[in-house]
């Protein structure tokens, strides 16, 4: 049997807070910064977790049980 190997994009993505659980990155700030205020921007830039419905999807992705 192959080894089961983990999602090579959600490794790069995704990553376990202390408690347990998913931290990401939020999207819309890699370009077109020009119309987005500064406020938005500023909150793009802090990291949020991954939302209850989503993080079994993610585990499997990174084959975490």
């Known amino acids: 049997m192959p080894k089961m190997k983990t999602n090579s994009s959600a490794k790069k993505r995704f ?6 659980k998913l931290k990401r990155k939020h999207a819309f ?10 406020k ?9 977790l991954v939302h209850k419905a989503d993080e079994t999807n993610v585990k499997l992705m990174l084959r975490v049980k």
Not at 29 to 38: F, M, N, P, Q, Y
């Open 29 to 38: 700030k890699s370009h077109i910064l020009t119309k987005k205020e500064t």
């Open 40 to 48: 938005q921007k500023r909150h793009l830039t802090a990291t949020g």
């Open 15 to 20: 990553s376990f807070t202390g408690s347990g």
